[in-house]
């Protein structure tokens, strides 16, 4: 069922949770930017306004915890997979974006 590298997700990288209620969702370590993301359960560009803000939370808590509160950002661009929704975030000082 594979489409991209975010259907297939490996675990190389630490995985902080794997949701599957409210839907399926998992927040690991980016293996190219070292940095925790989001990676919503099905293969599609844009996640549902209520899917947008869980994952933003959720993802929000374990960036709390790495970085410190307002030390991070939430980044949604998605460069090297436009179509399977995901968002990184990053911390603040991050200088190659
Ligand atoms: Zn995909
Ligand atoms: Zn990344």
Redesign the pocket.
């Known amino acids: 069922m ?6 297939e997700l490996k675990e190389y990288t630490p995985w902080y949770a794997s949701f599957t209620q409210p839907f399926k969702f998992t927040i690991l370590d980016c293996d190219s930017c070292d940095t925790p993301m989001a990676v919503l359960g099905a ?1 599609r560009a844009a996640p549902t306004d209520e899917e947008r803000a869980f994952m933003i939370d959720a993802l929000s808590l374990v960036a709390r915890a790495k970085y410190g509160a307002d030390e991070f950002i939430i980044d949604g661009v998605m460069r090297q ?1 436009p ?2 929704c995901h968002m990184h975030a990053r911390p603040k000082r991050w200088r190659n974006w």
């Not at 594979?2 to 259907?7: A, I, Q, T, V």
Request: charged share 30%.
């Open positions: 594979g489409k991209c590298d975010l259907c293969h997979i179509d399977h």
